[in-house]
């Protein structure tokens, strides 16, 4: 019985894996709505749930962030002052790899030169530039600097250039502008792709390390991206209200 079922699931995976839409040119077609569906916005390790935080087992590969002692130290103090030093909760864009755990969908556009994703958070846009060098730094973007190339059916994106103004969750998680990740998009069917992204950062961690997750293909029904503006919902009151 368990090897009749071992054989189904990987019958199904391998007819699903078939079905993967690819484009004119034979790569695999990534257009469409997608989303994460995990609590790693809130933080990308194991963690219970509180106060406005669900619980989540983590998107870190081994559960473990390999902090040098001074930067574990650091992690620890953002993460006492989490509920204002957050730059998201300021409205900064944020940044690669967060962009792609946030609660909210986005949509991938897909050419041969050129892969665009818009975001619903605050209208983010990242553009994928395909098989070109990345610009002479230094240089201090939000977002990166992404890269792009094929290895057979998955997207692998070389992203640098970033600014130290983002957190990678709401935990105090954190990185320097030297920080280095390879994102790597691997459909696994027409409606799912496995998302992994390397970290380096010789001025914050000891070694390199993952993370991982799927995205999902949103099915509804003439669906769409809407808006959500960070602004509107009030966190604006504890950074933006002028001094008595």
Not at 63 to 82: T, V
Not at 84 to 99: H, I, Q
Request: charged fraction near 20%; hydrophobic fraction near 40%; glycine fraction near 6%.
């Amino acid at each position: 019985m368990a090897v009749t079922l071992a054989c189904a699931t990987v019958t199904a995976a391998g007819q699903d894996a078939g079905r993967i839409p690819r484009t004119t040119d034979g790569k695999p077609d990534l257009s469409g709505i997608w989303q994460a569906v995990t609590s790693a916005n809130w933080n990308i390790q194991a963690h219970p749930a509180e106060q406005d935080v669900p619980a989540g087992l983590g998107i870190v590969e081994g559960d473990e962030i390999p902090y040098q002692p001074w930067a574990l130290a650091k992690q620890k103090e953002n993460f006492a002052a989490r509920a204002t030093a957050d730059p998201e909760r300021r409205c900064y864009l944020p940044g690669v790899p967060r962009v792609m755990y946030l609660p909210f969908p986005f949509q991938i556009f897909q050419t041969a030169q050129h892969v665009a994703m818009t975001f619903e958070w605050t209208h983010v846009v990242r553009r994928i530039f395909m098989n070109s060098p990345h610009v002479e730094g230094p240089v201090e973007w939000y977002m990166g600097d992404s890269r792009g190339r094929w290895e057979g059916d998955t997207l692998v994106v070389d992203v640098v250039h970033f600014t130290d103004k983002t957190w990678l969750d709401r935990a105090g998680n954190f990185h320097s502008p030297a920080m280095h990740v390879v994102e790597r998009y691997t459909p696994m069917g027409p409606h799912h792709i496995q998302y992994e992204a390397t970290i380096e950062d010789p001025k914050v961690f000891t070694r390199p390390w993952k993370i991982s997750f799927p995205l999902y293909r949103r099915l509804e029904k003439n669906l769409r991206l809407l808006e959500y503006e960070c602004y509107a919902f009030g966190f604006e009151h504890t950074w933006l209200t002028p001094p008595q």
